[in-house]
């Protein structure tokens, strides 16, 4: 598995505390918001959160949210192409 | 027209890491601290309910302490969502999250934990669970006046506010916790158990 994708996941079951899930059990592509993972609107500001705290990157247009935290794999894209962009 | 008879139809208290019901023990665990109680208790009781997870420990004891009130005693379909309501007391308000909440706020403050900084959440995620819709009010008093609280329920009820209501004391700081919850509903079949809260 990706090592940044697999460490989001760790993450994502950490920071928002998903006890009774395992970060395996999360699909690389699975929406993590409504039908998918079930993540609510103050997850979605823990996931800011998660972007600055582990990545240093801050979101700076908030509109792009439901696309960047679609999915894990979106996430892990995003923070790609910030680094990249920064390096 | 004379005033129905009220009736406290079950009880649940969950003290010193101990859950009974209607005087019964029914768990305890005494080893770890009071998260392990809370969790160990959810998984106990079957609840099935993975916000529980995602909430602070005043809202994981007063949805445990319902859950357990509620379970096999009492039969919410004979009430409209509006007719069940809450009323509770504590003494420490939100306090434990509060503190936790100020901590974060030193690095990245934690949107998650700043949503259970005040003490009438409790009272909304025991609705949301249960689908209440019915009036409620959290009162923050130095300790456990059940008269106070009884008197009030008693307006509600005999006023047609309500049909039935959550009533009593959740109340948690650190370590310490204590839930006393009482099930009063209007005219009751079951007149059985004493008719005046008494958290002894």
């Known amino acids: ?87 | 027209m004379p005033e129905e008879e009220n009736n406290i139809t079950c009880d649940c208290k969950i003290s010193n890491r101990v859950i009974s019901k209607n005087g019964v023990d029914l768990f305890t665990r005494q080893d770890g601290n009071l998260n392990d109680f809370l969790i160990s208790a959810y998984e106990h009781f079957r609840l099935n309910y993975p916000k529980f997870y995602k909430m602070d420990n005043l809202c994981r004891l007063g949805l445990l302490a319902a859950e357990i009130l509620l379970r096999d005693s009492f039969k919410k379909e004979n009430y409209r969502p509006e007719e069940v309501g809450i009323v509770l007391a504590n003494s420490h308000s939100s306090l434990d999250t509060d503190l936790k909440y100020y901590e974060t706020t030193r690095g990245f403050a934690s949107p998650s934990l700043f949503v259970y900084t005040l003490p009438n959440i409790v009272m909304g995620e025991i609705c949301i669970r249960h689908k209440f819709k019915g009036e409620n009010a959290l009162f923050i008093q130095r300790k456990f006046n059940p008269e106070f609280i009884q008197e009030y329920v008693r307006d509600l009820l005999n006023n047609n506010i309500l049909q039935a209501c959550i009533c009593g004391w959740v109340d948690l700081f650190a370590e310490r916790h204590e839930a006393i919850l009482y099930l009063i509903e209007k005219g009751s079949a079951d007149l059985s158990r004493e008719q005046k809260l008494n958290p002894k």
Request: charged share 25%; aromatic share 6%.
């Open chain 1, 1 to 87: 598995m990706d090592e940044l994708i697999g460490n989001l996941k760790k993450q994502i079951v950490q920071q928002l505390n998903l006890q009774d899930i395992r970060p395996e059990d999360i699909g690389d592509d699975q929406p993590l918001f409504v039908e998918g993972l079930g993540l609510d609107s103050i997850d979605a500001l823990e996931l800011i959160v998660l972007l600055q705290q582990q990545y240093k990157i801050k979101l700076s247009n908030p509109e792009e949210g439901p696309k960047v935290f679609y999915s894990v794999k979106t996430m892990a894209d995003y923070i790609r192409a910030h680094r990249s962009g920064l390096s």
